[in-house]
């Protein structure tokens, strides 16, 4: 059911890479509840999903950007702009990558080459994403900006290794810049740390499935959906929620407030 919270607003949807993708199912939702949109991925992760799929089903435009080169995101925002005819009202960060993790590198033997790429694609790439919009005035007063981070930043979770501190960083930029767009264009920045989820990216860390089944068994409501978190980003973007910013906003479940569940507490026998 669509309520038109969206209704003439225009936004960049970054990091759909298939069916299975958070970026995916909310831009399905942006363009349900009246939004126009274009997609951006870097041009890799385009060979190997179906963004034109989406791209179809959202009447949207694609414009490749490598979230990591300042140039290239300059260029994402002037085709928007240009694509929509005008500035936009949202941008959803949804950027993540480890070569540690892909490779199976243990967190006590990193490669340090490999781990400043996974903080400049998952986090600074967001810090990029706000100077630039900044400095070209691309976001609409009250517009909304919103990433995708994930627990392991305030908690730890072995299988995690390097990308913990990635979203740690993450978030201290949403705070960061939320400070400082709020203060000169009322522009709001937040973060969603989201259930363990069963996107591409999600099932290639080791254990997940055992995880995600123990995060499941936790959290009083179970892991929240990506489609579920496709409508609470929605609401981020909207004009509902025009004094929520600098948050980091958990959408789990209720699994970042329990200690033990029933559930696994009669696992253990």
Same mark, same amino acid.
């Given at each position: 059911?669509?309520?038109?919270?969206?209704?003439?607003? !225009? =936004?960049?949807?970054? /990091?759909? +890479?298939?069916?299975?993708?958070?970026?995916?199912? %909310?831009?399905?939702? @942006?363009?349900e509840e009246g939004a126009s949109i274009v997609l951006?991925?870097?041009?890799?992760?385009?060979?190997?999903?179906?963004?034109?799929?989406?791209?179809?089903?959202?009447?949207?435009?694609?414009?490749?950007?490598?979230?990591?080169?300042?140039?290239?995101?300059?260029?994402?925002?002037?085709?928007?702009?240009d694509v929509l005819g005008g500035k936009v009202d949202?941008?959803?960060?949804?950027?993540?990558?480890?070569?540690?993790?892909? !490779? =199976?590198?243990?967190? /006590?033997? +990193?490669?340090?080459?490999?781990?400043?790429?996974? %903080?400049?694609?998952? @986090?600074?790439?967001?810090?990029?994403?706000?100077?630039?919009?900044?400095?070209?005035?691309?976001?609409?007063?009250?517009?909304?900006?919103?990433?995708?981070?994930?627990?392991?930043?305030?908690?730890?979770?072995?299988?995690?290794?390097?990308?913990?501190?990635?979203?740690?960083?993450?978030?201290?930029?949403a705070r960061s810049y939320g400070y400082r767009y709020?203060?000169?264009?009322?522009?709001?920045?937040?973060?969603?740390?989201?259930?363990?989820?069963?996107?591409?990216?999600?099932?290639?860390?080791?254990?997940?499935?055992?995880?995600?089944?123990?995060?499941?068994?936790?959290?009083?409501?179970?892991?929240?959906?990506?489609?579920?978190?496709?409508?609470?980003?929605?609401?981020?973007?909207?004009?509902?929620?025009?004094?929520?910013?600098?948050?980091?906003?958990?959408?789990?479940?209720?699994?970042?407030?329990?200690?033990?569940?029933?559930?696994?507490?009669?696992?253990?026998?």
């Amino acid at each position: 059911m669509a309520y038109g919270l969206l209704k003439g607003k !225009k =936004g960049i949807i970054s /990091g759909a +890479l298939d069916e299975k993708s958070i970026a995916w199912k %909310v831009a399905l939702k @942006a363009k349900e509840e009246g939004a126009s949109i274009v997609l951006t991925n870097a041009p890799i992760a385009m060979r190997m999903g179906e963004i034109k799929k989406l791209a179809e089903a959202c009447e949207a435009e694609i414009i490749p950007a490598d979230a990591t080169v300042v140039e290239e995101i300059e260029n994402l925002y002037t085709k928007s702009m240009d694509v929509l005819g005008g500035k936009v009202d949202f941008v959803l960060h949804s950027i993540g990558m480890s070569p540690n993790i892909r !490779k =199976g590198k243990a967190y /006590g033997d +990193l490669n340090y080459d490999w781990f400043l790429k996974s %903080v400049d694609v998952s @986090a600074l790439s967001f810090h990029k994403f706000l100077q630039v919009a900044e400095k070209m005035d691309a976001i609409n007063e009250w517009g909304s900006v919103v990433a995708l981070s994930y627990m392991a930043a305030q908690r730890t979770f072995p299988f995690y290794t390097d990308m913990a501190e990635a979203k740690a960083m993450l978030e201290s930029i949403a705070r960061s810049y939320g400070y400082r767009y709020g203060k000169l264009k009322n522009v709001r920045v937040n973060t969603v740390s989201q259930s363990p989820t069963k996107t591409t990216a999600g099932t290639g860390i080791g254990g997940f499935d055992k995880f995600y089944d123990f995060a499941d068994k936790i959290a009083p409501l179970g892991n929240a959906s990506a489609d579920a978190c496709a409508d609470y980003v929605i609401t981020l973007f909207s004009d509902l929620t025009k004094m929520v910013t600098m948050q980091n906003l958990f959408h789990d479940g209720g699994f970042v407030n329990t200690g033990i569940s029933e559930d696994v507490m009669n696992l253990l026998g």
